[in-house]
């Protein structure tokens, strides 16, 4: 089974960066596209960014788009965000996510793709 730990979150400035990491348990992960989720108090977790396994399809919500740069290192078996120009809206605990996902780039964005999940890490954005 698929374990995932995020790292890397913690109390920001309006417009500072922030690089989260993400590494998988023992093994390749090699097959498997991964994913950020970030969840504020009071909504639902929502898509903010995806990588396929084989690292050449990145897919992000319009809200971080030009700010926020997914990638992988398959051999780490880790996936990370970089995070720029942070805003107060981006306050939220960030989680990592892990599945098997083919088809078209939307469906990298949907939590039924990812299987495996891990426990989130807290990113606050102070105004």
């Known amino acids: 089974q698929v374990q995932l730990v995020e790292s890397g979150g913690r109390l920001v400035q309006a417009g500072d960066s922030l690089r989260l990491s993400c590494v998988a348990s023992?093994?390749?992960?090699?097959?498997?596209?991964e994913a950020w989720f970030r969840q504020a108090p009071g909504k639902e977790r929502e898509f903010v960014a995806a990588?396929?396994?084989?690292?050449?399809?990145?897919y992000y919500a319009d809200s971080v788009k030009g700010r926020f740069t997914i990638s992988r290192d398959i051999a780490k078996t880790a996936v990370y965000l970089q995070m720029e120009s942070l805003k107060p809206e981006d306050t939220a605990v960030y989680y990592c996510?892990?599945?098997?996902?083919?088809?078209?780039?939307?469906?990298?964005?949907?939590?039924?793709?990812?299987?495996?999940w891990g426990q989130g890490t807290q990113v606050t954005v102070s105004s």
């Open positions: 023992a093994g390749t992960l090699s097959s498997y596209a």
């Open positions: 990588i396929s396994w084989s690292g050449a399809i990145t």
């Open positions: 996510a892990a599945g098997v996902v083919n088809g078209p780039a939307t469906i990298l964005g949907a939590k039924s793709s990812y299987a495996y």
